[in-house]
């Protein structure tokens, strides 16, 4: 029973998703988040609250959650190694699944001799903003003797594999034919193909044992995992159903979006061919070697290329599907858009393959690459502009689950053979959510207890360490990072030494250091910070063990005795710093020691903690009447920033003081309005709470409305309030109903929906059912007493119920409001059909699309000029028990209806 419920619960909630992604049309808008990049081509994340950005002129740039770029790159690929820094530097990267643990990111660039590269690095194992070049282990070239499309991307499957797209190599202009040499369909060529690989096994990898032509001796290689394919430029699998999409560039006349469903354990089907150069978009291109009766993937959506176009320049860039959560509107949306002409799009895909496909307002000069970040909010990089721009839409952002936030840490110190213990800080979750740690990166002798948060035990090896201390709610998690270093302890290293501190720079500290009496054995050097050797403070070391031929020339032992320390962030303040380097364990200081260090930076800052906002609050106001509220409620900051305060969705006629956080004005309308009220510390994206702002009629003293009254409020959830009511002395007349939090107005509905039970129980017509959206206002972990009143009687309708809720947007996203409304008569539904009442299509073409959570197709119906009130019957016999989706539309309008058939 307990795993029914759970699977049934988790159907819900995929459905609830699909319901509000179903509801309206988003529209796309922007939010620079950071400029000054240099031709930025791509965009990653570690599972962390941090995005990588790729240049083509081989840097790897960290960008913090607050949109702060690190000074130093992640990586630095030797300029003199690229093919060029213009057009063929760095393509793409992607990071291990399990990069917290092993630290691996791998790169697809262009060498200067032609050959792409296929390259994994290592994190560094001592800073962990940087990536360890020297780590470098080569997985695959590429030669392209065409010199033509590369394609490059790269993206970690559902299934763990790694998957490496490559263009045809063709390299032809506009109206000469493209791969002549037919790559595309040669399946002994790797050109024009999806690769696939398992980094976790092998040497350098092995091959996934489900790879369709893993045949000996066949000619074919083993990699090659799909073909067909002119210039795949930006392709993603969707992180919520598995599905593969990509954006193909097409030679003249069409550029496509390819998609291929994937099951439902997530695995997208082998050998497919997307039809490349047999067909150009979904139309006949090169056909003569073209075999017959082969399955192609024909394009999910197509558009106009240069020859069809007027001769304009056109070029498919492939995006994401959206799943994030700030945006409801937006999720199960694709985004893409066009290198060339700078156009954005949503397309969003049917369960039967048929799609919409709508154009947005922004334009952007030369987007080169969307990108995802952990919590599945999307972006795009603009390449000549130099920028990442958030996307957003113009719908106000929801208030999400919210990340934890991590404590301000401090470096750890330890030494080798001594017991060690240390309880590392808790993390505060805004959404006072149960947090689970996790620590890694400890060395040999030190464990963690994830309940205590203590580290304990002696460790064995001396050494500096990053650890990676994380908190996770369940749906979002936070790293922060942890420098422990563990000296030798009392052990005191001797030898004949010999050493300098040769070069200190704000980018590394470099020299070399060896023991005459053990000529080949490499030392460990420790780099100190402070005014006198015997006070500075540790702040790094290294092991000098790097080759040098004029060590090896001048006789120190095999010459393998030099090093490089990259200066840690820390030190990057603006204050000079004098800095030491010794024989770690030993008294022997390096000669040319100390020197000065002043660089330009801040230093590590803390993490920055977002504001924490305060409850959500009612106010009431007078339609005409002049209106003053009380002060909102201020935001809280652990770090004591200056806030920044807005707030959207005021009425007419009242404005918002920012610096009195004040609400003004007269009032021109009556309603009831849902304010977002929001702060930023302008390090982090604005953090937002609900302000229920009532605005009632002037009538004074209100009219008593009165009458025979019966009534329920019949359920009371996160999603909506359901019940009815009737007035006996006016059997077919709808009552105004009015809802209440703690006795505090919270909305009004009427009550007019028809119900059978209700026609069947005599009351009526039976249109007396109500449904009520739950306000955001009362979603803030609080207990509420919610009740309802006919509006202006003293009659409190039966049965109130207490509420409590999480932030709205974390399990139910809110609909678009529109004038189509759908309700179901009896649900969940019991019988062999499902009864349908539609209101707000009158005259118009209505369609009826009843199917599972899995979108397999129950029953349709098509009514050509619809009644004021539509009522239809969708038959559902012999269908098994579970969740149905009815979806209702019209040419402007959609509604979707989750039903439990049991």
Not at 46 to 64: D, S
Not at 155 to 184: E, S
Not at 537 to 544: F, H, P, R
Not at 690 to 709: E, H, K, M, S, Y
């Amino acid at each position: 029973m307990k795993n029914y419920f759970t699977v049934f619960w988790s159907l819900c909630l995929y459905a609830i998703s699909l319901i509000s992604a179903w509801a309206q049309t988003p529209k796309l808008s922007l939010q620079s988040w950071v400029t000054g990049l240099t031709k930025p081509v791509d965009i990653a994340h570690a599972a962390t609250n941090r995005l990588f950005v790729a240049e083509m002129g081989g840097k790897i740039k960290i960008v913090e959650s607050t949109g702060a770029v690190l000074s130093t790159p992640y990586l630095q690929i030797p300029v003199s190694r690229l093919a060029d820094v213009e057009y063929n530097g760095i393509y793409s990267l992607a990071f291990h699944p399990n990069f917290t643990n092993n630290g691996y990111c791998f790169v697809f660039f262009n060498q200067k001799d032609g050959q792409g590269v296929l390259s994994r690095f290592t994190r560094n194992g001592t800073n962990p903003n940087v990536a360890d070049l020297a780590s470098e282990q080569v997985l695959m070239t590429f030669p392209f003797p065409g010199k033509g499309h590369r394609g490059g991307k790269l993206l970690f499957g559902p299934d763990g594999y790694l998957y490496i797209f490559i263009g045809d190599d063709g390299n032809v202009g506009r109206g000469q034919t493209g791969d002549v040499l037919g790559n595309a369909q040669n399946l002994q060529k790797p050109y024009g193909k999806i690769l696939r690989i398992d980094v976790n096994s092998g040497s350098p990898y092995s091959i996934p044992p489900t790879n369709p032509y893993l045949t000996l001796n066949d000619g074919i290689p083993d990699e090659i995992w799909a073909r067909g394919l002119r210039n795949p430029w930006r392709c993603s699998f969707d992180r919520e159903t598995g599905d593969l999409w990509l954006g193909d560039n097409g030679q003249d006349g069409y550029e496509e979006v390819d998609f291929v469903a994937a099951t439902t354990n997530k695995t997208v089907p082998a050998a497919q061919n997307f039809g490349w150069r047999c067909y150009e978009g979904a139309h006949p291109y090169a056909t003569a070697d073209c075999q017959s009766g082969t399955n192609l993937v024909m394009p999910l959506h197509e558009y106009a290329g240069f020859s069809n176009n007027g001769n304009k320049e056109a070029s498919v860039l492939g995006g994401y599907v959206y799943r994030g959560t700030t945006y409801p509107s937006l999720r199960g949306w694709y985004v893409y858009g066009d290198y060339a002409q700078g156009k954005l799009w949503l397309l969003r895909r049917e369960a039967d393959n048929t799609y919409q496909n709508r154009l947005q307002t922004p334009t952007l000069v030369n987007p080169i690459s969307f990108g995802e970040d952990a919590n599945g909010e999307l972006y795009v990089l603009t390449f000549n502009e130099g920028t990442l721009y958030r996307i957003t839409t113009t719908e106000a952002p929801v208030v999400t689950n919210r990340p934890p936030v991590a404590p301000t840490l401090s470096a750890l110190n330890g030494t080798v053979g001594q017991a060690f213990s240390a309880t590392l800080p808790v993390f505060t979750d805004p959404d006072a959510d149960p947090l689970t740690y996790t620590l890694a990166g400890l060395p040999t002798g030190l464990n963690f207890n994830a309940t205590s948060r203590q580290i304990s035990g002696t460790p064995t090896q001396p050494g500096t360490f990053s650890l990676v201390y994380s908190a996770t709610d369940g749906f979002l998690k936070t790293d922060g990072f942890i420098t422990l270093t563990v000296t030798p302890g009392s052990v005191v290293v001797s030898g004949n030494f010999e050493g300098y501190l040769d070069q200190v720079n704000c980018g590394t500290i470099s020299g070399w250091v060896w023991n005459r009496d053990k000529p080949n054995t490499p030392i460990m050097v420790e780099f100190l910070d402070g005014t006198t050797s015997t006070t500075a403070v540790l702040i790094g070391s290294t092991l000098a063990n790097i080759y040098r031929q004029d060590l090896k020339n001048a006789g120190k032992g095999n010459g393998e005795h030099g090093y490089s320390f990259v200066v840690p962030e820390c030190l990057k303040d603006n204050q000079t710093h004098t800095i030491w380097g010794q024989v770690q364990g030993s008294n022997y200081i390096l000669k040319w020691a100390p020197k000065t260090l002043t660089c330009a930076g801040t230093g590590i800052p803390p993490v920055n903690q977002p504001p924490v906002a305060p409850a959500g609050s009612f106010l009431t106001a007078t339609v005409n009447q002049s209106y003053t509220s009380v002060a909102l409620p201020v935001f809280t900051d652990a770090n004591g920033d200056v806030l920044t305060y807005a707030l959207t969705g005021l009425p007419n006629g009242l404005t918002f003081d920012v610096a009195t956080r004040v609400i003004s004005g007269m009032p021109t309308a009556s309603g009831t309005f849902n304010l977002t009220y929001s702060a930023t510390d302008n390090k982090s994206a604005p953090v937002t709470t609900a302000v229920l702002l009532t605005i009632n009629d002037a009538v004074t003293p209100p009219v008593v409305v009165t009458g025979n009254f019966e009534g329920y409020l019949s359920m009371v959830n996160c999603e909506e309030m359901r019940g009815w009511v009737w007035d006996r002395d006016k059997p077919n007349t709808p009552l105004l109903v009015e809802f209440f939090s703690d006795n505090v107005s919270i909305g009004t509905v009427e009550a007019r929906n028809f119900r059978q039970d209700l026609k069947d129980a005599k009351k009526g017509n039976g249109e007396h059912g109500y449904i009520f959206s739950t306000p955001s206002v009362v979603k803030d972990n609080l207990s509420h007493q919610i009740s309802a009143k006919v509006k202006n009687s003293v009659y409190t309708l039966k049965s109130p119920m207490s509420l409590r809720c999480a932030p709205s947007a974390r399990l139910v996203a809110p609909t678009a409001e529109g004038s189509l409304e759908v309700v179901v008569r009896g649900n969940p539904v019991t019988g062999d059909a499902v009864e349908v009442e539609i209101r707000g299509a009158e005259g118009q073409t209505l369609l009826l699309q009843l199917s599972d959570l899995y979108g397999r197709p129950i029953s349709e119906r098509s009514i050509e000029r619809a009644h004021p009130v539509e009522r239809q019957t969708l038959p559902v016999t012999g269908h098994p028990a579970g969740l149905l989706l009815l979806r209702v539309s019209t040419a402007s309008q959609v509604k979707t209806v989750q039903i439990v058939k049991t």
